[in-house]
């Protein structure tokens, strides 16, 4: 029975990303309280977050030392994780990547995450070190805009510190 469980660990390193439901995502989350973290929502259909994945990649090697975390979360179906798989191997990202598990309601899931998501991609959530949600994207933004949301998120320990609540940031 150990040998399974270590096989499927193995799969899951070799590329296809761990399946996640609301609960999980939020175990996520709190598995990263006390850094910065920055939250991809992408498919491999999403055209803009395909675009927007290497400025991620290249944000997070450079504000992790600063203790930014970064995650993945893909919104594919079982019927494209050839796709994910080619995608991620093709990336490296060098973060951990999930996907929404198959199967559940995707708009309770969308409105779990982020009261004001109805599913746009991509969709980029900001978390200050308390683990609440700082701000967030909704579409392709520019890697200006990232770098405001993450110095924000590195500099204010606190979510509860912002002048401002969490709302869509423009470029």
């Known amino acids: 029975m150990a040998r399974a469980n270590a096989a499927s660990v193995a799969d899951v390193k070799a590329g ?6 609301l609960a999980g995502y939020k175990d996520i989350i709190a598995k990263y309280h ?19 994945y290497p400025m991620i990649i290249a944000l ?11 995650v993945g979360v893909s919104l594919d179906e079982d019927a494209d994780i050839g796709l994910v798989r080619q995608f991620l191997d093709k990336s490296q990202p060098g973060f951990p990547n999930y996907r929404q598990k198959p199967g559940i309601d995707a708009d309770s899931f969308y409105q779990g995450v982020n009261p004001d998501w ?12 308390d683990g609440h949600l700082a701000r967030y994207f909704v579409g392709q933004k520019s890697k200006d805009a990232f770098v405001q949301a993450i110095r924000l998120i590195l500099l204010t320990g606190e979510s509860g510190s912002l002048s401002t609540p969490a709302t869509p940031a423009g470029n």
């Open 16 to 21: 296809d990303p761990q399946l996640v439901d």
């Open 34 to 52: 006390g850094k910065g973290l920055l939250v991809t929502f992408w498919a491999t259909w999403c055209q803009p977050c395909r675009e927007e």
């Open 60 to 70: 997070s090697k450079e504000y992790g030392p600063q203790g930014l975390a970064v």
């Open 118 to 129: 109805r599913g746009t991609m991509p969709q980029t959530d900001f978390y200050g070190r």
